[in-house]
């Protein structure tokens, strides 16, 4: 007896790989599902406390209730508890001599100098609109798509004559949502991500229909515990990184793994969903088309890590502080209030850019040191928290192979996404592309990793069915 034939193959048990896989099983489709790691769910990581509940997420963390309704629903189905993220008290603002300024959520704050006030607000305003404009839409083939990819978001910034102090506010957005300073992104593309998120203020806000709006008390990782008991039992297979793709005369494609017993799988269809920075270590035959190629090579992390530290009291909220703080001259540009009730106290702190760089560069000791003065500083007027500290814990991704080295989502540079990005999404043959960086809904966040993979799947189904109908009429 042969191999078997597969209706499809899906490479990654991320989030968008288990939803593509669950499309299939929907549609009675045979399918296979392979994992390079010896564990499910790609960059969602959830540390796990004695008791069993969520110590730390330290892949993706949050959904919400309203705009990212695929996530909510895939919550309710699977029978998890929400918790809403805490926005009572004030913000605070780590100036660039240290001092602090403190205002309400959901206001601006206020500078000493009215001009830096209107600066930062105006920025914000215009990423806002940008992002949030139909007319033409951000996604819109035009001039304006052009001369935005055309420049960094740090030109942008500059261009737009803002004080010193808002171009670091923007920096800030930078640093937390992708890791990178604004001279390493195109303009375009960090309001196009900001577009898929809903807009600037959308995608930063912890309210209600924000992206940091909900947390899941189980952790995120019982997403991708929950969805594989949807699947036929032996449809997954761990520990088996792909080497090669390869696509046949006949129609088929055969796809190599490797490791101590390399085995080849034979599909009509083929679904990647793997970072693309990862294309590269597999050998596509043919080769990948240039229109495809001249993007990937150039999709890139920035430095982005999350230390997660636990407390056995949540000290700022007497403070009357909610533990959302952002800084100008880090080491930690955002903090976030990540407790889970008042017997889990837990601050997230989110390092990027080069401030990331930087802080990364000391020992074990000296980052966790680093990190604790500051949260000293901005939480407890200076007082000396460790005897506060329970557990510290950091993000593995910029060590992590299969994930590409980065999170949580790859950039690009000035120039390439304005003409690329069709290219970059498009299928080549029988393979199709899906991953949460190739979603215009939602990019970066599960959402946008659940419906990529339901919309790469549901390509592939269309182009069996017409396959299928051609073959019935001959």
Same mark, same amino acid.
């Given at each position: ?157 500059? &261009? ?6 808002? +171009? ?47 947390? +899941? ?56 969903? +793997? ?192 396959? &299928? ?6």
């Amino acid at each position: 007896m042969g191999d078997p034939l597969y209706d499809v193959v899906v490479v990654g048990a991320g989030l968008s790989g288990l939803q593509a896989a669950l499309t299939f099983d929907r549609e009675g489709l045979s399918y296979l599902v392979l994992e390079a790691r010896d564990r499910l769910g790609g960059r969602t990581l959830t540390s796990q406390s004695n008791a069993g509940s969520a110590k730390a997420e330290l892949g993706a963390a949050w959904i919400n209730d309203t705009n990212q309704s695929r996530m909510w629903e895939l919550a309710q189905d699977l029978g998890l508890h929400t918790y809403v993220q805490n926005t009572k008290g004030d913000v605070v603002v780590q100036d660039f001599e240290g001092k602090l300024v403190t205002f309400p959520y959901g206001e601006a704050p206020k500078y000493p100098s009215d001009n830096d006030t209107e600066s930062c607000i105006s920025i914000r305003d215009l990423v806002e609109h940008l992002s949030t404009t139909q007319s033409p839409s951000i996604f819109s083939a035009g001039p304006h798509r052009e001369r935005l990819d055309s420049i960094s978001f740090e030109t942008f910034l500059r &261009e737009s004559n803002l004080t010193t102090k808002a +171009i670091a506010t923007a920096q800030v957005w930078t640093h937390a949502m992708l890791g990178v300073d604004p001279s390493e992104v195109s303009a375009l593309y960090f309001i196009e991500y900001c577009a898929a998120g809903g807009g600037l203020m959308t995608m930063r806000s912890d309210a209600m229909g924000g992206g940091q709006y909900l947390r +899941i008390r189980e952790g995120t990782s019982a997403f991708s515990e929950g969805l594989p008991k949807k699947l036929r039992s032996g449809s997954i297979k761990l520990n088996s990184p792909i080497t090669e793709i390869s696509q046949q005369p006949d129609g088929t494609v055969s796809i190599t793994t490797r490791g101590p017993s390399p085995q080849t799988y034979f599909a009509r269809k083929v679904i990647v969903s +793997i970072p693309t920075p990862l294309y590269k270590t597999i050998k596509f035959s043919p080769p990948l088309p240039a229109s495809k190629t001249a993007v990937v090579n150039r999709t890139k992390y920035g430095f982005y890590t999350k230390y997660i530290i636990t407390f056995n009291k949540a000290f700022w909220t007497g403070r009357q502080l909610c533990g959302l703080a952002q800084s100008f001259i880090g080491p930690v540009s955002v903090f976030r209030d990540t407790s889970l009730g008042d017997d889990h106290a837990a601050i997230t702190c989110f390092l990027g850019g080069s401030f990331g760089r930087k802080w990364a560069s000391q020992t074990t000791e000296g980052k966790k040191t680093s990190i604790l003065k500051q949260i000293s500083h901005i939480f407890a007027d200076g007082q000396d928290i460790s005897d506060f500290v329970v557990d510290a814990v950091e993000s593995p991704w910029m060590e992590e192979e299969f994930s590409g080295w980065g999170c949580p989502c790859a950039h690009l540079a000035p120039g390439v996404l304005a003409d690329g990005w069709d290219g970059l999404c498009a299928p080549v043959g029988n393979v199709h592309f899906v991953g949460t960086e190739l979603s215009r809904v939602w990019r970066g966040y599960m959402e946008g990793a659940v419906r990529s993979g339901e919309s790469g799947a549901l390509q592939a189904i269309t182009d069996l069915k017409a396959r &299928e109908s051609q073959s019935a009429k001959l």
